[in-house]
């Protein structure tokens, strides 16, 4: 071949796709800065009026509204308060792209002027604080203006959209409602399923994605250390369930430092413990609550099984008779299993990022013993792939400071964790309509 030749044929070639890349770039950019008047006000509406988990119908019905004024056809009310928006563009690859839509039950303290000052009564009846604390906010915005940059742009790819506004997040059960109500059988089934969640460590602007395991498996454990109460002085007339209870809550911490092999992840965490009500009353219970985190299924079952062995170990050294036992009540309800990204999706998905973003904002980042239900809808029998990444939500001068003075940031669910709206919300818009627009095959 003469190189002297076919190098000019070669740019000459690859120059109009090039300069159809930069249009379509600067088509997205233009979208979303005239859109961004509006999603900064969608958003602000959101945060200022948060839902618990089961109880998202507002915000299900904002983001439906939304997407319906897009084009999309919505499905309310599925799984809960899921909503599920299709888009159809002709003949294609079908993606699905998930929002949570809960918030938590956390007194917000940000100082914002669109700060949540909303109290609600949760599912038991009881009076709390709502916030959107862990940025489902900043989702769903991004979800709709996702949804309305590639419904502006279906001249630039063909194949079937989906937008699934999904509930019940923080509770670990919405994913597997919507799956169970028929999400794969009664709406096209994914060839892919794309998430986003901000992150309060990595700075506005840009992203951060990891192949394979990103986030745990989490469990919940509760445990009721039974004892046999009586008078605070007359202890040897008792089996204190508090002395029991302590003891255990101090062997639980030998399961990951000497049962569990070093390069296996895992967290054992006692979060709550409560018993008695009087200084000279010894009680007859103890109530602990517990999160247990791992990434591989072993692990996950050793941590349950030595919780049990040392809970009842421990009942034997103290006397408990055999009708005492610690009872041990693990919630597979709330279960939720490791999100795993597909590595060769992954792959996909970052350089889309790459070249829309620049690699200097694309960040490689660790996985974390966090925990979210987006895992399942990998999990069924189909096997879809699925890929979340991050997008940065602090302002990169307090990152810079952080790491110079060695202070934390407010992390997720802090009462305190305030994104910056505007670059975190354009680079997730932006990124999501990248990766979507790579994947459904750009015209």
Same mark, same amino acid.
């Given at each position: 071949?003469?190189?002297?030749?076919?190098?000019?044929?070669?740019?000459?070639?690859?120059?109009?796709?090039?300069?159809?890349?930069?249009?379509?770039?600067?088509?997205?950019?233009?979208?979303?800065?005239?859109?961004?008047?509006?999603?900064?006000?969608?958003?602000?509406?959101?945060?200022?009026?948060?839902?618990?988990?089961?109880?998202?119908?507002?915000?299900?019905?904002?983001?439906?509204?939304?997407?319906r004024?897009?084009?999309?056809?919505?499905?309310?009310?599925?799984?809960?308060?899921?909503?599920?928006?299709?888009?159809?563009?002709?003949?294609?690859?079908?993606?699905?792209?998930?929002?949570?839509?809960?918030?938590?039950?956390?007194?917000?303290?940000t100082?914002?002027?669109?700060?949540?000052?909303?109290?609600?009564?949760?599912?038991?009846?009881?009076?709390?604080?709502?916030?959107?604390?862990?940025?489902?906010?900043?989702?769903?915005?991004?979800?709709?203006?996702?949804?309305?940059?590639?419904?502006?742009?279906?001249?630039?790819?063909?194949?079937?959209?989906?937008?699934?506004?999904?509930?019940?997040?923080?509770?670990g059960?919405?994913?597997?409602?919507?799956?169970?109500?028929?999400?794969?059988? $009664?709406?096209? $089934?994914?060839?892919?399923?794309?998430?986003?969640?901000?992150?309060?460590?990595?700075?506005?602007?840009?992203?951060?994605?990891?192949?394979?395991?990103?986030?745990?498996n989490? =469990?919940?454990?509760?445990i009721?250390?039974?004892?046999?109460?009586?008078?605070?002085?007359?202890?040897?007339?008792?089996?204190?369930p508090?002395?029991?209870?302590?003891?255990?809550?101090?062997?639980?911490?030998?399961?990951?430092?000497?049962?569990?092999?070093?390069?296996?992840?895992?967290?054992?965490?006692?979060?709550?413990?409560?018993?008695?009500?009087?200084?000279?009353?010894?009680?007859?219970?103890?109530?602990?609550?517990?999160?247990?985190?791992?990434?591989?299924?072993?692990?996950?079952?050793?941590?349950?099984?030595?919780?049990k062995?040392?809970?009842?170990?421990?009942?034997?050294?103290?006397?408990?008779?055999?009708?005492?036992?610690?009872?041990?009540?693990l919630?597979?309800?709330?279960f939720t299993?490791?999100?795993?990204?597909?590595?060769?999706?992954?792959?996909?998905?970052?350089?889309?990022?790459?070249?829309?973003?620049?690699?200097?904002?694309?960040?490689?980042? =660790?996985?974390?013993?966090?925990?979210?239900?987006?895992?399942?809808f990998?999990?069924?029998?189909?096997?879809?792939?699925?890929?979340?990444?991050?997008?940065?939500?602090?302002?990169?001068e307090?990152?810079?400071?952080?790491?110079?003075?060695?202070?934390?940031?407010?992390?997720?669910?802090?009462?305190?964790?305030?994104?910056?709206?505007?670059?975190?919300?354009?680079?997730?818009?932006?990124?999501?309509?990248?990766?979507?627009?790579d994947?459904?095959?750009?015209?």
């Open positions: 071949m003469n190189l002297r030749l076919a190098l000019p044929f070669a740019l000459f070639a690859t120059a109009p796709l090039l300069a159809a890349d930069s249009a379509l770039k600067s088509a997205v950019t233009a979208k979303v800065a005239a859109d961004y008047p509006q999603l900064d006000a969608f958003y602000q509406d959101l945060h200022a009026h948060p839902e618990l988990s089961l109880m998202e119908e507002r915000s299900a019905g904002k983001v439906a509204g939304e997407l004024a897009a084009g999309f056809e919505v499905t309310e009310k599925f799984g809960g308060f899921g909503l599920v928006a299709v888009l159809k563009n002709g003949a294609g690859p079908t993606i699905y792209i998930r929002s949570d839509l809960d918030g938590l039950p956390v007194l917000e303290e100082g914002l002027p669109y700060a949540s000052t909303a109290r609600v009564k949760d599912l038991t009846g009881r009076e709390v604080a709502t916030m959107q604390a862990c940025g489902h906010d900043i989702h769903m915005t991004c979800l709709v203006g996702t949804g309305r940059a590639l419904a502006s742009l279906r001249d630039r790819w063909a194949g079937t959209l989906v937008l699934l506004g999904q509930p019940a997040e923080e509770i059960t919405g994913a597997r409602a919507m799956l169970a109500a028929g999400l794969y059988r $009664k709406f096209p $089934k994914p060839d892919y399923v794309l998430a986003l969640h901000d992150s309060a460590t990595l700075p506005a602007g840009s992203v951060g994605i990891l192949e394979g395991y990103i986030m745990a989490v =469990d919940s454990v509760d009721t250390v039974r004892g046999v109460g009586g008078h605070g002085a007359y202890p040897h007339a008792t089996k204190d508090i002395v029991l209870a302590s003891r255990i809550v101090v062997a639980l911490q030998t399961i990951v430092s000497r049962e569990t092999r070093p390069v296996d992840p895992a967290v054992v965490t006692v979060g709550s413990i409560h018993g008695g009500t009087k200084h000279n009353i010894i009680p007859d219970e103890v109530k602990l609550q517990l999160t247990l985190r791992s990434y591989s299924p072993t692990v996950r079952a050793h941590t349950i099984a030595a919780v062995r040392i809970c009842r170990g421990e009942a034997i050294a103290a006397g408990i008779p055999e009708d005492r036992m610690p009872i041990i009540t919630s597979e309800e709330q299993p490791a999100t795993y990204n597909d590595p060769a999706l992954t792959r996909r998905v970052r350089d889309a990022l790459v070249t829309w973003l620049g690699a200097d904002a694309v960040k490689t980042i =660790d996985a974390e013993m966090g925990g979210e239900d987006f895992s399942q990998g999990l069924t029998t189909e096997k879809v792939p699925i890929c979340m990444f991050r997008v940065g939500a602090v302002a990169p307090k990152v810079a400071e952080s790491q110079r003075t060695g202070v934390p940031l407010p992390s997720l669910h802090s009462s305190k964790f305030a994104p910056v709206p505007e670059p975190t919300i354009k680079t997730g818009v932006t990124a999501m309509t990248a990766a979507a627009l994947l459904l095959g750009n015209r």
